[in-house]
């Protein structure tokens, strides 16, 4: 993903691709050694539904034809929520998950927000403290009792060409 000809394309996620998603999502999540146990109790969590998948609340990476990622944005301005970003496992490394962060934060701007929380897989924490994301507390996992999650917020850029954080070196 250096060139600009692997570039992938940031589109919006059609109603029709519900199913495709949420496998996308299921495959992402399972890379990070969760087991079928683990996995089974977040499906429903994780399972997307047509209703969600409207243009700016969402954002597909592209390539070829393929879905390569997905993020999600929930809620009302001015505050939201980054619901969902996920990356196709392969793809996982190669900056495609900053580059679909930062398309939703360009998204979230358009819809008027100002701030989004983020309620973090523990494996993502150091990805949205590398973005500029602020560690702010804790909540309980929807899935699992007991389990907590990290909770980020970040400042949305108001301008479009204001800079959004690039990971730290």
């Given at each position: ?57 969402t954002l597909v990476a592209e390539q070829d034809g393929t879905a390569l990622g997905f993020g999600l944005l929930a809620g009302d301005a001015p505050v939201g929520e980054l619901a969902m970003l996920f990356v196709e496992p392969a793809a996982i490394g190669q900056g495609l ?73």
């Amino acid at each position: 993903m250096d060139n600009a000809a692997e570039t992938p394309l940031l589109r919006p996620a059609q109603p029709a691709e519900a199913e495709a998603l949420t496998a996308l999502v299921l495959r992402s999540k399972a890379h990070w050694g969760y087991d079928e146990a683990f996995m089974a109790v977040c499906r429903d969590e994780l399972t997307l539904r047509p209703e969600q998948l409207v243009p700016g609340r969402t954002l597909v990476a592209e390539q070829d034809g393929t879905a390569l990622g997905f993020g999600l944005l929930a809620g009302d301005a001015p505050v939201g929520e980054l619901a969902m970003l996920f990356v196709e496992p392969a793809a996982i490394g190669q900056g495609l998950g900053g580059r679909l962060y930062r398309g939703l934060l360009e998204l979230a701007r358009t819809a008027g927000f100002t701030r989004l929380t983020i309620d973090a897989d523990p494996c993502a924490a150091d990805f949205y403290a590398a973005h500029g994301a602020v560690r702010t507390g804790e909540t309980p996992s929807g899935s699992i009792p007991g389990r907590t999650l990290p909770v980020f917020t970040v400042t949305v850029p108001q301008t479009p060409d204001a800079p959004i954080s690039e990971p730290a070196a």
